[in-house]
Structure formats: structure tokens, C-alpha cells
């Protein structure tokens, strides 16, 4: 009886229904057809439950996302209230409703750079997508079409569309996929802890990845460039902090070669890096922001690309030639997402949850790095605000990193869900992203949980 699998004996269970119904994402598809899925039943707070009563904290707020905890009462409300009065509207042929003006005067109000106006969209992707076609209409509209490639990091994330997932620069987004599309160039990721040569400074690794990019720029003809994308922190690349003094020298790059730069807040919109955007924490200057997830803290899907005067001055010009700005998308602005988003910033700032965030930065840094920096296996803790990254390796001197064929970072964040813990492993990083809402002794129990998970895959190394 011991191989019979429990959906065998329970063909209508919820999990056998998932198998035989379901596509999952970054998922081994033929694994999910033995293992099944985990499902998720409810939420309150930092913590879910799955379908047999177990609670987990929830370390990675989802996908990244729910960063004002589940069951919050006023996103809710804002939610119901605007379904009842206008569940639908467009903002085709110049139609536009109160909950999209708001959301968008908010934006503009508090974007860490001069904004000039909002386009919105449903999801992250879509945002990227969006930001890299208003990218090249800017270019043809100053009458230089020949600028048409994109810059973007290696190992960065900026989305799953054609557009999007040609941005990132991850293997298994364009793997068999045929992609990355003609013009989407990647560089080094600023990662030094992997990236830097053995006895290379912080100062000399920054210097060689900032003359790469100057390479690239010249070898392809400025010319032919029309947008750097760039996170803040790399966060699905494994919680990357660029060093101090990239950033700068790669804006100096850009303005050089006058090369627009587009910020992905994705991740690090509202508060999650202890200032409201990652802009801010980071020092840049962009062109273009696209900010999604926290948006509406995910109880809504809905993404904004903020726009400064440059860009939006030309997609005026453009627009004239045409007598129409081209793109639409049916649930652009979506009165409910534009409620609720509009919403969750209003909570952010009632609450505090920019100063809660800068609090709680060191009980939740320093305190991984208390419990966890004695773990033979961590080499390096890193983040900003409630975002980090816990770097395993194989040993810390000399520098070896484990083979990943061993997958040592999944087998600790599999511990870690039997410690009733969720995190992500990406590859050997165990990445850290819980809902600002979060309170010290929860901070303190996700760091137990996820020390006891990692001494245990290390004790049987
Ligand atoms: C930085 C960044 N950009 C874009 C995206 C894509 O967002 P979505 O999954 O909403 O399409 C993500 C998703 O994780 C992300 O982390």
C-alpha cells in the first residue's frame, strides 16, 4: 500500500484535480505530476495556512508582493466599494475615471524623480513590455529609429513577455523559448561576491564591469541604443546590492551616450528598501519607472510606468504625427486595481510603513547575520530595508561555491517549509522578502526558522 500516492486513493482531491488541470509556472512538470501541489488555503497577516491546518510564516510575500500581509480590512473595502460603483472602465478614446486620476496625481506626487504622467498596465511584464516600447517611440519620435537595442544585467528580472523576458537575463526565460529577441544585450551582473576575481577589490571589480559596459555601448554604436533597464537590487538574480559607486559610473555611461535609463521598482517600490522607492536607497535618475506587486500590495493586478518630461513631451509630438497614441490594453487603469492601489499607498503612508521598515532593518539584517553568520555554509548576508539575500557556499576561504547539480539552496528551503517556513531558493541564495507589516517577533521566529533549516542540510554535508 506504501506506493500508493494519496490522490490515488482520493482521485477528487484538490491535489489530483491541480494535476490534471493546472500549468505551473517555474515548476519541473513532470516532478508536479508525482509530487503535487502544496496548496494554499488562507492567510492573515505574515502567516498562511495550507488545506491541513499548517501555518507557515510567509518569508517571501508570495511572489515578492503582498507586502501589506494578507486579510488587510481597508484594500478589502476599497475593493468592494469600487466593484459596486464602477466594477469596469477604460481608458480608450479618452474616457477615464476617478479612481485611475487619483492613483496617477498620487504617483506623480510621490515619485522619487520629476514625473510627468502614468501609464498603467496589469502586471510587472506587461510594465516592462510597455516601458521598452515607449522606449522606441521616444527614439522615433526624435527622429533617431536606428535606436533600438536594449541593455539590461545579466542574471536581472524585469518579466515573462517577449519584450520582458528578453530583458532578463536569466537561462530558463529564454531557453527554447527563442528569445532573447535580436537587440536585447545583456552585461555582468554587479554581483561581487560571485562575480569578483580572486583578490580583486570592490573598487577594481566596479571599474571592469563599468568598461565592459562601455565596450558593449561602443562595439554595438551608441548609436543603436536606445534604453539601460536596471532593478535597484537585483532581486530574483539572488538579492544583488550593486557596490557602491556602480550605479554612478553606469549613469555617467548612460548620459554620455545618451542612452535613457528605465528604473524596474517592481520589487522595491513602497517601502521595501527602507525608502519609498528604490530609486531613492540606490541614487539613479531614470527615464522610466515601472512599478507593479506592491502597487496594490497584490490584491489587485495592476502595474504603473511613470514617465518623466522627455519621454512624455515626445510621445506628444509622436501622437500628433499620428493623430493617436497606439497603445491600449482593455484592462489598462482598471477602476478596482486603481482603487485599491491608490488605497495601499494611502495605507503606507498612514502607517508609516517607510520609518517601520528603516526600524526594522536591523532587527532583521543584523539579526540573520547574528544567527546565521556562524553557519559554515553562509557566506554572505545582504540586502536593504526587509529584502535580503543569505549567499550559501561551499566554503568561505578559500571561496567555493557548491555545484548546483547538488541544489543545496532548494534543500534548505525545503527545510525550511517543514519548519513551516516560506522562502525562495535561488540557486544557492536563499532570498528573504516578508510583508512590511511584519512585526519583531515574527522577524525573530523567520530567522530561527530558516538558522535550524540550514544547520540541518549543513550537518548532513
Ligand atoms: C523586478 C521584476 N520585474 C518584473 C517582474 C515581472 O512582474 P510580473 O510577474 O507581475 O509580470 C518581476 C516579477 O517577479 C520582477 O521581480
Known amino acids: ?97 476617478q479612481p485611475v486620476i487619483e492613483l496617477a496625481e498620487k504617483l506623480i506626487e510621490i515619485a522619487p524623480v520629476p514625473i510627468s504622467h502614468v501609464w498603467f498596465a496589469n502586471s510587472g511584464s506587461e510594465a516592462a513590455d510597455c516601458a521598452a516600447r515607449l522606449c522606441w517611440y521616444y527614439w522615433n519620435a526624435a527622429g533617431k529609429p536606428e535606436r533600438r537595442k536594449f541593455i539590461a544585467h545579466r542574471k536581472a528580472y524585469h518579466g515573462n513577455t517577449i519584450a520582458s523576458a528578453s530583458l532578463s537575463g536569466v537561462d530558463y526565460a529564454h531557453d527554447q523559448f527563442n528569445l532573447p529577441l535580436d537587440g536585447f544585450l545583456h552585461v555582468g551582473c554587479p554581483d561581487f561576491f560571485s562575480g569578483a576575481e580572486t583578490g580583486e577589490s570592490e573598487a577594481a571589480f566596479t571599474a571592469r564591469l563599468l568598461h565592459d559596459v562601455e565596450a558593449l555601448i561602443l562595439r554595438e554604436g551608441p548609436e543603436t541604443i536606445a534604453a539601460f533597464f536596471t532593478e535597484p537590487i537585483m532581486s530574483a538574480g539572488g538579492v544583488i546590492v550593486p557596490p557602491e559607486g556602480y550605479f554612478a559610473g553606469l549613469q555617467a555611461l548612460l548620459r554620455k551616450y545618451d542612452i535613457l535609463l528605465v528604473v524596474d521598482e517592481v520589487v522595491t517600490a513602497f517601502g521595501r528598501t527602507g525608502e519609498m522607492f528604490g530609486t531613492t536607497t540606490m541614487g539613479l535618475e531614470p527615464d522610466l519607472i ?11 493586478p495592476i502595474s504603473a510606468v511613470m514617465i518623466n518630461d522627455r519621454v512624455f513631451d515626445a510621445m506628444l509630438a509622436q501622437s500628433d504625427k499620428l493623430a493617436l497614441f497606439g497603445l491600449t490594453m482593455t484592462y489598462s487603469g482598471h ?102 507589516v511584519i512585526d519583531e517577533a515574527e ?8 538558522a535550524i533549516s540550514i544547520e540541518s542540510v549543513a550537518g548532513t554535508l
Not at 336 to 355: H, Q, T
Not at 443 to 450: A, C, P
Request: proline letters at 4%; one cysteine or more; hydrophobic letters at 40%.
Open 1 to 97: 500500500m506504501t506506493d500508493i500516492r494519496a490522490d490515488e486513493l482520493r482521485p477528487n482531491s484538490l491535489e489530483a484535480r491541480d494535476k490534471a488541470s493546472v500549468v505551473h509556472g517555474l515548476t519541473n512538470l513532470r516532478r508536479h505530476l508525482d509530487v503535487g501541489p502544496k496548496i494554499i488555503d488562507s492567510g492573515k497577516g505574515v502567516w498562511v495556512r495550507d488545506l491541513e491546518g499548517n501555518e507557515f510564516i510567509e518569508g517571501m510575500s508570495g511572489l515578492w508582493c503582498i507586502s501589506l500581509g494578507y486579510g488587510e480590512r481597508r484594500l478589502i473595502e476599497a475593493c468592494r466599494k469600487q466593484m459596486e460603483k464602477l466594477a469596469y472602465y477604460h481608458l480608450t478614446n479618452g474616457r477615464s475615471h
Open 290 to 300: 515601472v512599478c507593479a506587486k506592491g502597487l496594490s500590495s497584490a490584491y489587485f
Open 335 to 436: 477602476p478596482v486595481g486603481s482603487a485599491v492601489a491608490r488605497e495601499a499607498i494611502r495605507i503606507y503612508e498612514d502607517d508609516g510603513i517607510v520609518e517601520r521598515v528603516r526600524r526594522l532593518e536591523a532587527p532583521f539584517l543584523d539579526g540573520l547575520r547574528r544567527r546565521l553568520g556562524g553557519i559554515d555554509i553562509v557566506g554572505e548576508i545582504r540586502g536593504r530595508g526587509l529584502l535580503a539575500g543569505v549567499q550559501l557556499v561551499e566554503s568561505r576561504e578559500p571561496r567555493r561555491f557548491f555545484a548546483p547539480e547538488r541544489r543545496i539552496g532548494p534543500a534548505c528551503a525545503a527545510e525550511a517549509e517543514r519548519n513551516g517556513l516560506f522562502v525562495r531558493a535561488i540557486g544557492d541564495t536563499i532570498a528573504l522578502c516578508p510583508p512590511l
Open 443 to 450: 522577524i525573530g521566529m523567520l530567522i530561527e526558522r530558516l
